[in-house]
């Protein structure tokens, strides 16, 4: 995230909170539409799956499996029509990369060279399928090329390597040489969901990713390099802290939305024939 402007565009699947705070987005903001209230970011409509936020480019987060791969290249094709150098950063599962859609719309961003970034992050289970019982192309990053688009398999538990890989992909885009296509190769340590509890997989398997956590490595190395201390990162534990603390009363001291706002932002259009008083 650290690699792209205000200018650029975000999009994603529904697990969209961090990305919408890496944007910009307030966290007073975003903990307001977990609660469904009217200060959200989506006005309390769009719930935890569906952030966004227009004016920090954040073109939300999305709860159909791969429905937002379509939307970023079409986002980039805007900027390209336009004439800016800006990008979009299309984030996805690996279980949207079986979506027809993917394919579809890597070939068309590849043919017009659309400034957009592909990031599939591969925590090797779609809910609780893995990789190898669904695809015999278990490298997710090689079917870019099958478009011809650049593509690179990155570990997802180094932050600078994730961060070198962006880097140039963004450069690339900006420069009008088209799309690149990274499979981040990550993990999640919790079920699917509050009702998965994980039993596809082993505590060996899950204690080993757990020991490459990637705050707890980029913590150690700046702290083994002398660019901050203890000291410094139990004052930045301190200021989130006071940060969600802070958010949840604003959450919780915010109003619902009223009946009346049922079908404003629904069209974009708004005397569309079907939106009735």
Same mark, same amino acid.
């Given at each position: ?31 307001? %539409?977990?609660? #469904?209230? &009217?200060? =959200?970011? @989506? ?5 935890? $799956?569906?952030?966004?936020? *227009? ?65 599939? %992050?591969?925590? #090797?289970? &779609?809910? =609780?399928? @893995? ?5 015999? $192309?278990?490298?997710?990053? *090689? ?135």
């Amino acid at each position: 995230m650290s690699v792209i402007g205000p200018e650029d565009s975000l999009i994603t699947a529904y697990r969209d909170h961090a990305h919408a705070l890496a944007k910009g987005v307030s966290a007073d903001a975003c903990m307001a %539409e977990l609660y #469904g209230k &009217a200060t =959200g970011c @989506s006005k309390g409509k769009g719930g935890s $799956m569906h952030f966004f936020s *227009k004016e920090h480019k954040f073109m939300g987060g999305h709860g159909i499996v791969g429905g937002q791969i379509p939307l970023g290249a079409g986002i980039a094709f805007a900027e390209m029509y336009n004439g800016t150098k800006n990008v979009n950063v299309c984030y996805m599962g690996d279980g949207a990369v079986r979506q027809g859609a993917f394919n579809e719309t890597l070939n068309m961003a590849m043919l017009w060279k659309l400034p957009v970034i592909f990031v599939c %992050e591969n925590n #090797g289970y &779609a809910m =609780g399928t @893995s990789v190898q019982r669904t695809t015999n $192309m278990i490298d997710i990053y *090689k079917m870019g090329h099958g478009f011809d688009m650049p593509s690179a398999a990155v570990d997802g538990m180094d932050v600078v390597a994730v961060h070198n890989a962006m880097d140039e992909a963004v450069q690339r885009a900006r420069a009008g040489e088209g799309p690149t296509f990274l499979e981040i190769r990550t993990y999640r340590y919790k079920g699917h969901s509050m009702s998965d509890p994980a039993k596809y997989r082993t505590k060996e398997e899950l204690e080993e990713y757990k020991g490459r956590d990637p705050l707890l490595s980029t913590k150690h190395a700046i702290l083994e390099n002398k660019y901050a201390d203890d000291a410094w990162f139990a004052e930045v534990e301190a200021d989130v802290k006071k940060v969600v603390e802070d958010s949840v009363k604003f959450a919780e001291e915010s109003p619902y939305p009223d009946a009346s706002e049922i079908y404003n932002d629904v069209y974009v259009q708004e005397d569309y024939p079907f939106v009735m008083d």
